[in-house]
């Protein structure tokens, strides 16, 4: 079964510094890795997506995010935090065998002047 | 394109009312997905649909929801008789398969 997990509900960076929002997966085959983030009475925007190739995987608005085999990751990093990057963070897993795609729990990113 | 599109935005509502939300997927994505979101519980993957066909609908929570997909436009989700418990934000999204989801804005559902 497919599963995803965050580990933090709460990341606390202050502006400039780099930020990290962890991701660990579980998945039969090949995943299909997703960043999602969800500003305030919004929904969720596609932030970047690892499907096959380069490990390393650039998004939207300076993040990327780094796929690792061994480890089971897909950490999300930018590497100067800016104020308004504050926001719920989704991680998402698929499989080749469908479209349906299972999110982690979220994590609020907290970017502090 | 104007991205996936849903209504009503609010909806507010007294237990045992009915109550239906609508969606319009962007044209040309073969799969829509419709997912409820709570303080409680997190995004919650209610129903799918793959070529207007239901592929799962494990995370439906009860026989009070229903969902259609008559054509590749236009689907709906409805709650009826509506409970307290239902008050949530819904949201549907659309995609290619293996590709991503493109969410809406939501409905923000409340029954009294």
């Known amino acids: 079964a497919q599963s995803v997990a965050q580990p933090e509900d709460q990341v606390n960076v202050a502006e400039g510094n780099p930020l990290t929002v962890k991701c660990t997966y579980s998945v039969s085959g090949n995943p299909y890795l997703f960043w999602y983030v969800q500003y305030p009475n919004r929904g969720l925007q596609f932030l970047l997506k690892y499907i096959t190739g380069d490990n390393l995987v650039k998004g939207s608005y300076g993040f990327e995010a780094e796929f690792n085999k061994s480890q089971t990751s897909f950490h999300l990093k930018k590497p100067s935090a800016l104020v308004s990057d504050s926001a719920l963070y989704f991680c998402?897993?698929?499989?080749?065998?469908?479209?349906?795609?299972?999110f982690g729990q979220g994590t609020t990113l907290q970017v502090k002047p | 394109d104007a991205g996936v599109i849903q209504s009503p935005r609010h909806e507010v509502t007294e237990m045992g009312q009915e109550v239906t939300l609508r969606c319009k997927p962007i044209s040309g994505h073969n799969s829509l997905f419709w997912y409820r979101q709570t303080m409680m519980r997190g995004l919650e993957l209610l129903i799918y649909f793959n070529n207007n066909v239901p592929i799962d609908d494990s995370g439906m929570p009860e026989d009070r929801f229903s969902a259609k997909m008559p054509n590749a436009s236009f689907s709906t989700l409805k709650i009826q008789p509506s409970e307290p418990r239902d008050s949530a934000v819904y949201f549907c999204a659309s995609s290619n398969v293996y590709n991503e989801q493109f969410f809406g804005p939501g409905t923000r559902l409340t029954v009294l």
């Open positions: 998402a897993v698929g499989s080749s065998n469908t479209g349906k795609l299972i």
